[in-house]
């Protein structure tokens, strides 16, 4: 099994600053098969970035997806108000499909 | 518009049975593999299941091998989860999910708004 960690598990920002969030796995994500969603209280999950780096459909281009092998990273240029959320990674390179922990971005 | 709607849930005591449903809506159901994830209360996401587009390939989670059992009705839009032999820890949300393609592995782009099963005496 590809164990995902995310870090840090909390941040506290505020608006208009940039967030680097990193999703480290256990072993070689192949074909940059990794996903990274966004979950706000109360909802469900929306796919933000699948395959590495493609938007899905309705996410804003401050958000990219980036990395390789072991280390990702989802990075937002300029957080709006309506980004302070869970941010999930996920591995669909094998079976098992796997989530990491999760990082809360939150309101400074 | 996609739209994925689960029903089945509820309270149900250590040892039984629940039969979870989800209908979907808004595109073509048999074009993609479907998926079930869970939320335990306070807690993060894991993947339960997924079954391909024409139930050839299904896998589940270490956590639910034997007990639990993914199927689909494509005439009828439909997605299924029999969970037999429930357990205290699989006291959960339960998502219904659509797969961004054919196969079994996946990234999920729609998810419904979960159904939640607790399991408790």
């Known amino acids: 099994e590809i164990v995902l960690t995310q870090s840090p598990g909390t941040l506290s920002l505020s608006p208009g600053e940039r967030v680097t969030l990193s999703c480290r796995a256990s072993q070689s994500v192949n074909s940059n098969y990794l996903a990274w969603y966004q979950q706000k209280p109360g909802q469900a999950p929306r796919l933000l970035i699948y395959?590495?780096?493609t938007r899905a459909t309705g996410t804003p281009d401050r958000f990219s997806g980036s990395g390789s092998g072991t280390d990702f990273t989802l990075t937002i240029s300029r957080l709006e108000p309506e980004d302070f959320a869970v941010y999930y990674c996920?591995?669909?390179?094998?079976?098992?499909?796997?989530f990491g922990g999760g990082t809360t971005v939150e309101i400074k | 518009e996609v739209q994925l709607v689960e029903s089945g849930g509820g309270l149900v005591q250590p040892g039984r049975s629940l039969r979870l449903s989800c209908v979907a809506s808004g595109f073509t159901f048999d074009d993609y593999a479907m998926h079930w994830v869970r939320q335990a209360p306070g807690k993060g996401l894991e993947w339960v299941s997924s079954?391909?587009?024409?139930?050839?390939?299904?896998g589940y989670a270490e956590s639910v091998k034997g007990r639990f059992t993914i199927s689909r009705d494509n005439a009828k839009n439909s997605l299924y989860l029999q969970m037999n032999s429930l357990r205290a820890e699989d006291t959960a949300l339960y998502y219904c999910a659509k797969g961004i393609g054919m196969g079994r592995l996946g990234s999920f782009d729609y998810w419904g708004q979960g159904t939640l099963a607790t399991v408790s005496s």
């Open positions: 996920q591995q669909y390179s094998r079976s098992p499909l796997t």
């Open positions: 079954i391909n587009w024409n139930s050839g390939i299904i």
């Open positions: 395959d590495l780096s």
